[in-house]
């Protein structure tokens, strides 16, 4: 005999199944479940690998195998047929089982296809179990293969299928590939590494914690999977610390995260900032929005200027803009945030003495910045990198692709022999664009020049191999600082050579971080700044005077005059380097010469023009200090091995 109970609860699930029905109909979206013969006609006939009997989320169970019952059930498969019907006995009689000492204990039937599920025996025990909040429910799984597993299109299934065989957990899955590389990274095991069962139950538990934080912050609806936010979260928060927060922690942390999340979920809402602001507000409105009168600013650097070039470059762009805005600015330099325990106490040094923008001045940085940001949600943070995507970090960056121009301009008039090396410095973002912009320049001046491309990332002596090729004029690291008198040491810039071992510097490209500082200062300043949960990516060059090229005077006269003359046409804007065809080392295109490209594309750009004799190293080639920066920036970090400790 049926309780009456059981029969109130049928009443209430259909009409919970009658009401998501209406909804997704208003949405011109299927009521129904989905149905394994329409998404991959001749499934049962594809050799489907048997699974042994295990525990599905009840969330990934969306369809049937067949269309013969679907519209007894709702797309979340809650019952539809009237009260009285056959059906409504049958599932009230499970129900009434799934409430009794015996429960309901044989597993559905189920054929998996792309980390889906579809039921070929169990439909109702599904209903009653998904209707009472089951988690996850015990089933016998037959394996449907994509028919070309080595289609780009079935790649995150293809590592999927990797993370199953180490783990056995269907719990996680992600839409683009290489994010199982990143969430193991992330968790410290290497792929095919073995995992221990309390590894694996320590995993999925932590997930599922972290998956009702999420959707408990309105994360339900969002485009953005809980998974996509797991991995947004582990930048800021290490595996092992998330392990040990409490729901109510990750709850308030992923809040404080919330314009990240949305950045994450809208990647259309990241803007890259090309030029300054120069809009000023009226005193009123500056009144009216809160328009801060002074900044007290702090920059947290790594190492120190004796020790490192580029630290010095940012403390001398910090002394400019205490020179350039001594009213309106207090700015203190703080050195030594080699690691982030280091980086983060000296940001809290900073924001206890009362910084209120702080500026972290390498790109590893961004790590101790994002936590420091959801700490001190009043402080606004800056780092020093390209294209990131957090509106509680914003990035900041100069064009320096620009410079490389007009550096290669002066190599290709200079290399009698037609050969030009460059040193390159790290496989990351913006990098790319650099060489291919230098070898513009070389085959402006010189159509027959080929570039020998080394990397100071894996080779110990790129200067040395480059000569004993023949490479009389070589591009190095840039000048750090707008002076010439660096080009002097012989080992910064474009050079020349000589057969002797000496060295004559050519030129340049140099930044002026503290024009940049300045540029950034007086935008918050004047109010006209993007607002708090915007991510902005700054990436100013010379038409906003944070690049420029330092010339020697060894250049002859007729060379710098070509070069001063591209140089004060990209500072006012009217030349763009890429606006040509221009093809790439397997023959396609790099820029068609009629569309320009984006900030985007340019920042992005991760294929050598056809002029360069090299290649862009894989993470394995380059030296093992180099490999946290490529890590967080590298153009083809995607497909970057995880390890553990790193």
Known sequence: MIPANAKEEYVKARNLALKEKKELEAA??????????????????????????????????????????????????????????????????????HLSDAGIRDPIECYEYLGDFYVSEGNKRVSVLRYFGAVRIPAKIRRVLPEDISDPANAAYAEFLDFYAATGVYDIRFARAGDFARLLSAVGKKPGEAWSETEIRKLVSTFHLFKEAFLSVGGKGRELMPEDALLLFLKVYPYGSLTAMTQAEIKKALLALRGDVKTASEPEAIQVKTLPDDEEKSVISKLISGTPRHLDIAFICQKDPERSSWTKGHAEGAAYLAEALPEQTSVKVFFGADTDEDAER????????????????????????LRSAVKYPKVRFYNCSACQPFSSVKSYYCRTYEGKFITGLIAGALADNDLVGYVGSYPIYGVPASINAFAVGVRMTNPRAKILLEWSCMEVD????????????????????????????????????????????????CWVWGMLYENIVRSLLSGSTEKKEQAVNYWWGMDSGVIDVAISELVPPGVRALAETFIGRLKKGGFDVF???????????????????????????????????????????????????????????DRIPPQAGE
């Open 346 to 369: 000296l940001i809290e040094e900073a924001v206890k003495g009362g910084a209120e923008l702080v500026f972290t001045t390498t790109p590893p940085l961004i790590s101790a910045a």
């Open 579 to 637: 606006a040509q065809k221009l093809y790439a080392q397997d023959g396609s295109l790099i820029s068609d010469g009629i569309t320009p490209l984006s900030s985007m594309d340019v920042l992005k750009m991760d294929k050598l023009c056809e002029a360069v004799t090299g290649h862009i190293p894989e993470y394995e080639e380059i030296f093992p200090f180099s490999r946290a920066l490529v890590r967080a920036l590298g153009v083809h970090r």
């Open 28 to 97: 011109g979206l299927s009521p129904y479940p989905a149905v394994l013969d329409e998404v991959f006609p001749g499934a049962l006939h594809a050799n489907p690998i048997e699974l042994p009997v295990q525990e599905i989320p009840a969330d990934r169970i969306i369809g049937t195998v067949s269309a013969g019952r679907i519209s007894a059930f709702s797309a979340s498969f809650l019952p539809l047929p009237e009260a009285d019907s056959e059906f409504a006995m049958k599932w009230t009689a499970l129900l009434s089982a």
């Open 462 to 509: 790129c200067v040395r191999k480059l000569r004993e090729k023949g490479v009389k004029v070589i591009s190095n690291r840039d000048v750090p600082v707008p002076d010439v008198n660096y080009l002097k040491q012989g080992w910064y810039g474009t050079f020349v050579t000589d057969g002797e071992g000496g060295l004559s510097p050519v030129a340049s490209p």
